[in-house]
């Protein structure tokens, strides 16, 4: 009787240790047992443009909507918007104050249009929105870079961005990066599709290695050639219209502006400087 309860105690000590043995194998392997991963911070603004009024074919009002769909909060959001299709570099320094926190998963701002009238003949919008959240333990500066396009009849509608850019950095850094990055695209495009607008941009003469800084935007309507080394900014119609030519005093850095409608080349402009097509062109 004894060795019968020796061997019993014996066979549940060793069914004791062999089931503590398995658990701690599935402990090693279950996902439901493994510590949890702490989230990564998501720092991230989705607007979108909202038709809010429209008569006779003309917007009457209009907004901005933005939310956070990131994990953490946003902080001193800041934006600068055009009804211009084309991306300005002076926009860096017109940045106007939107709120001081948005909440994460959901916190919505609304930001209110300006001139419905001019956008609702240029058809786009370019909305540049810079704003602070943590990322890594430390607060860091972002911008965010969208660019709007209105398609189709005038109604009132929700419109997402036909383009978007998003980084962080420096924030003056950052807004000629996304200014760049986006450029050729937007000006090619305007260049190519717009029955009128305008294009504005600074160049410098020579590149950090000493080169040229030669720029053109070649479209198979209209097109646009900066040349530091014959100091001349060219606008040339394609299709219809007068070539209008402009010459330039030498400086490290030029401010150009190209002007175009139904008819071609409008203006040239550097430095303050301008030509413009005869009357009867």
């Given at each position: 009787?004894?060795s019968?309860?020796?061997?019993?105690?014996?066979?549940a000590?060793?069914?004791?240790i062999?089931?503590?043995?398995?658990n701690s194998v599935?402990a090693?392997f279950?996902p439901t047992?493994?510590?949890?991963?702490?989230?990564?911070?998501?720092q991230h603004?989705q607007?979108?443009?909202?038709?809010?009024s429209?008569?006779?074919?003309?917007?009457?009002n209009?907004?901005?909507s933005v939310e956070n769909?990131?994990?953490v909060?946003?902080?001193d959001?800041s934006?600068?918007f055009?009804?211009?299709p084309?991306?300005?570099l002076?926009?860096a320094?017109m940045m106007?104050?939107v709120t001081?926190?948005l909440?994460?998963r959901?916190g919505r701002?609304?930001?209110?249009g300006a001139?419905?009238?001019?956008l609702s003949k240029r058809?786009?919008?370019?909305?540049?929105?810079?704003?602070?959240?943590k990322a890594?333990?430390?607060?860091a500066s972002?911008?965010?870079?969208?660019?709007?396009?209105l398609?189709?009849?005038l109604?009132?509608r929700?419109?997402d961005?036909?383009?978007?850019?998003?980084?962080?950095g420096?924030?003056?850094q950052?807004?000629g990066?996304?200014?760049?990055?986006?450029m050729?695209?937007?000006f090619s495009?305007?260049?190519?599709?717009?029955p009128?607008g305008?294009?504005?941009f600074q160049?410098?003469?020579r590149?950090p290695?000493g080169?040229p800084?030669?720029?053109?935007?070649?479209?198979g309507?209209?097109?646009?050639?900066y040349?530091?080394?014959?100091?001349?900014?060219?606008?040339?119609p394609?299709?219809?219209g007068?070539?209008?030519k402009?010459?330039?005093?030498?400086a490290d850095r030029?401010?150009?502006a190209?002007a175009?409608d139904?008819?071609?080349?409008q203006?040239?402009?550097?430095?303050?400087k301008?030509?413009?097509?005869?009357p009867?062109q």
């Amino acid at each position: 009787m004894l060795s019968y309860i020796c061997v019993a105690i014996t066979c549940a000590v060793l069914g004791i240790i062999y089931w503590a043995g398995i658990n701690s194998v599935f402990a090693r392997f279950s996902p439901t047992e493994q510590t949890a991963q702490v989230e990564p911070d998501r720092q991230h603004i989705q607007p979108q443009l909202v038709i809010d009024s429209v008569k006779a074919g003309i917007i009457t009002n209009y907004h901005l909507s933005v939310e956070n769909i990131g994990n953490v909060s946003i902080r001193d959001v800041s934006v600068s918007f055009s009804s211009s299709p084309v991306r300005s570099l002076g926009m860096a320094n017109m940045m106007l104050p939107v709120t001081a926190t948005l909440p994460p998963r959901g916190g919505r701002v609304s930001v209110p249009g300006a001139d419905p009238v001019e956008l609702s003949k240029r058809r786009a919008i370019f909305a540049i929105f810079t704003f602070r959240a943590k990322a890594n333990d430390a607060m860091a500066s972002f911008v965010s870079s969208n660019y709007f396009v209105l398609s189709g009849p005038l109604t009132q509608r929700s419109i997402d961005p036909q383009t978007f850019y998003e980084i962080t950095g420096d924030i003056s850094q950052s807004l000629g990066a996304v200014l760049n990055e986006s450029m050729l695209f937007s000006f090619s495009d305007a260049l190519a599709r717009l029955p009128h607008g305008t294009i504005e941009f600074q160049a410098i003469e020579r590149n950090p290695d000493g080169s040229p800084n030669h720029i053109a935007f070649i479209t198979g309507r209209l097109s646009i050639v900066y040349n530091p080394v014959e100091r001349l900014a060219v606008f040339i119609p394609l299709v219809k219209g007068q070539i209008l030519k402009l010459r330039f005093e030498p400086a490290d850095r030029h401010y150009l502006a190209f002007a175009w409608d139904e008819r071609g080349p409008q203006l040239v402009s550097v430095d303050g400087k301008f030509a413009t097509r005869g009357p009867s062109q």
